[in-house]
Structures are given as structure tokens and as C-alpha cells.
């Protein structure tokens, strides 16, 4: 259990980075292990003054528990909603909330990190996804062109890692595949 103290430790250290102060996080889960072919773990859930923050995983391989992985079930989002609780799509997506429809907004968004990444539409697997994304965008609210909403994901998207692909080249393979 050291390996775990540790890695909780850890965490509630970057959470009270974060202003959820340790003292009101409270992680309920069961120690019995669960089993997922050569996968063990267990899933703890953490919550700050009783709203759900996520769930922490902890993992290990069954034939070398030395091999262990942590997975981390929140996202940035979530803590930015916890910490202002600010709307959520005012949250998200800032002063394009009032543009276009929230399906709209999200398509383009997760359209720029797969496109910025080099994943083209196309008619299967990655590429299917993407197709898909876009796909999703109300052509009336983008027939003015996407390229604000797209500069404004691909700056977010960029804290995480360099796209491979400018962001005016993910604005024309969206508008392209918009017919626009």
C-alpha cells in the first residue's frame, strides 16, 4: 500500500495546488481489487466538500504487479467547473456560447484537436471519427467559416501538446469538409 500512499499523496498535493484544500477532499472506493483479463486495479472515487471531482484508478499488471499505472478520471474542465462553477458551456466555450449551438461548438472543438493532430477525415477508423465530428456542425451557423472558433480550441488544445498541423490548415480541412 506504500506505492499507493504515495501516488494519493501526490495527488492530493496537486489538488491543493488547485484551491481543493486536502482537508475537504474525501476518496471512498473499495481495496478489493477488480480483474480485467491481465489487469488488476482498484477504483477509488474523490469528491471536494461532497461534489464528485472523479475517480482515481490504480493499476498493475497480474504477472508483474510491479508494472503499475495510475488513471486519472477527471479532466480540466471538470476542476475549472468545480473550482468557479461557472455554466458550463460558458465555461467551455467561452464568448462563442451565444454564436452557435453547443453541438456545434463541440464538434468544431474535438474536430481541431483530431485535425491538429493529423487525423483527416476519412471513411474509416480515426479518420471516420473525425468525418464524424464534423459532421455534427450545423452548416448554417458555420457558413460565415469556423476559423475564430478553430484559433480559440487549437490555443486551449496547444497547453497539452504542439499540433503537427497549423491551425488556418484545420480550419480549411473543416470548411472543406463542410463544403464552405
Known sequence: ???????????????????FHARHISIHGELAAWRRRQVEG????????????????????????GRMAVDLGTGLERLAWARTRQ?????????????????????????????????RPAARGAGGITRRAIGT???GAARLGVSSLVRASYRYWRLFGEPNVPWPAVTMAIEQELGI
Do not use: C, K
Open 1 to 19: 500500500m506504500d506505492e499507493y500512499g504515495t501516488i494519493l499523496d501526490g495527488w492530493l498535493s496537486v489538488l491543493s495546488q488547485l484551491g
Open 87 to 119: 455554466g458550463w458551456n460558458d465555461l467551455v466555450f467561452g464568448g462563442f456560447v451565444s454564436l452557435a449551438p453547443s453541438p456545434t461548438l463541440d464538434a468544431v472543438r474535438t474536430a481541431t484537436l483530431l485535425l491538429a493532430h493529423g487525423i
Open 42 to 65: 482498484i477504483t477509488l472515487r474523490f469528491n471536494h466538500l461532497d461534489l464528485s471531482l472523479g475517480d482515481i484508478v490504480l493499476l498493475w499488471n497480474v504477472d508483474n504487479p
Open 137 to 139: 456542425v450545423d452548416p
